[in-house]
Nanobody
Framework: QVQLVESGGGLVQAGGSLRVSCVAS????????MGWYRQAPGKQRELVAT???????NYADSVKGRFTISRGSARNMVALQMNSLEPEDTAVYYC?????????WGQGTQVTVSS
């Protein structure tokens, strides 16, 4: 069993920066891709960014140029650096890990951007 734990969420003013991190524990050798998703109140969970085991990244258009996803060399950590934050970025951010083509989810961390 793999467990994902996010950290680093909080309250930040518009235009500021925040970094959220995710650490996987358990049977981590089965992890391939990792990524970040977010869910705002009343909306469906949406893709923010993904990164493959080889380092290929993909970003949602809404965060492209502002957010950067990175992965630790140990393959069990993924981070999301968020710059130029906007109130529209307010959401619960979830870490995800792909294991045997199935996504495993963390519990989420709240990110709130004030205007």
């Amino acid at each position: 069993q793999v467990q994902l734990v996010e950290s680093g969420g909080g309250l930040v003013q518009a235009g500021g920066s925040l970094r959220v991190s995710c650490v996987a524990s358990g049977f981590i050798s089965g992890i391939s891709d990792m990524g970040w998703y977010r869910q705002a109140p009343g909306k469906q969970r949406e893709l923010v960014a993904t990164i493959t085991s080889s380092g290929t990244t993909n970003y949602a258009d809404s965060v492209k140029g502002r957010f950067t996803i990175s992965r630790g060399s140990a393959r069990n950590m993924v981070a999301l650096q968020m710059n130029s934050l906007e109130p529209e970025d307010t959401a619960v951010y979830y870490c995800a890990a792909q294991i045997r083509n199935v996504n495993i989810w963390g519990q989420g961390t709240q990110v709130t951007v004030s205007s």
